[in-house]
């Protein structure tokens, strides 16, 4: 599959190129970026040097849709939506990593996001690209709203509770921190070393853009309108996401019984590891990796649910996560490409 990357010199862009380079099924025809077309790609990424060697183009161009078929746009939210639209309409798959195909109802968008939302016609056809969720969908879709970050940790953490109706949805309360390269690779005040070292910073309190999406998906996996506390938090490290999330019990159960239910919930998934009742999963045990590892515990003193979900922002908080979402697409095992030991320590 001939592929193309807009917004290739982001970090969600470069950890694409990581997985496309060495893809059986795969091959990157294009790179476009808005600041640096004109350039090498290991120019801005010299650990890419030798390896991937493609000059950076520019979007406004002929003849840049007879050349891929599938397009990954790693660009902001508000960008994307503008640019786009044009590829879609000549049948060019599309896979958005950004939020602006995410949410189904366009005015929770602009209340969330303060921007225009897209086009009513691609929000509805868009397929929100959680294959743990969505399998089928994204099997046949021709855009891809790939998931945030944070809502990919609590997700696929609160699924199989959810599911089945142990929790009492409206109680979940979601801690989440984050690895700076969350926030991308364009320099901000807050990105900076002597800001984010030695610090713990929460964040965009009861307004951040993740919520509207977990509640979307917490709806759909139990029918009803879920409103949720989410607080996300800046913490000095590279990569890495940690949701820990706490909910009331609808019944006592034991961890045990839980346990059991998570692990029949994902047997089949090949990119989630729930661990052993007891152990606790750490952001460091996912790092460079697509998997999603949940752990959990029952306070039985409060009768409330504690999991623990960690992901790699990069791997499957956006870049792998889309790389499996084209492997579906293609029809290809999930893993193609994608199936790596964490790297550790
Ligand atoms: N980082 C992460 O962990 C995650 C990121 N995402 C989402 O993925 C997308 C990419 O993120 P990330 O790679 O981290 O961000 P970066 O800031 O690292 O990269 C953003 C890219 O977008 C391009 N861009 C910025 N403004 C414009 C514009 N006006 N027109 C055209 N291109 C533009 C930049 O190109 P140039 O420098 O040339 O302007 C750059 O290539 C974002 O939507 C982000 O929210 C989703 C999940 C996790
Ligand atoms: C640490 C950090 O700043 N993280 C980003 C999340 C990045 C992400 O997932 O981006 P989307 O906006 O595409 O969902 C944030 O909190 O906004």
Redesign the pocket.
Known sequence: MKAGIV???????AELIRFLNQHPYADIELLI????SGKKISEQYPHLRGLAEWDIEDLHQEGITDRVEVLFF????G??KE?LPSFLEKGIKCID???DFRLKDSESYRKWYGKTPAKEEHLKSAVYGLPELNRDSIKTAELIANP??YPTAAILGMKPAIQASIVEAKTIIIDAKSGI??????PSMGNLFSEVNENIQAYKLCRHQHIPEIEQAFHELSGKDVAIMFTPHLIPMTRGIMCTMYADLTREMTAAEIHELYKETYKDELFIRVRPLGEIPATKEVYGSNYCDIGLSVDQRTNKLIIISVID??VK??AGQAIQNMNLLGGWNEQTGIHHTPVYP
Do not use: Q
């Open positions: 917004g290739a010199n982001g970090y969600g862009g970026s808005h600041s640096t790693a660009t902001p939210a960008v994307t640019v990593l950004s939020g945030g970050c390269s969350g926030a991308g690779r364009s922002n990069l908080g956006a």
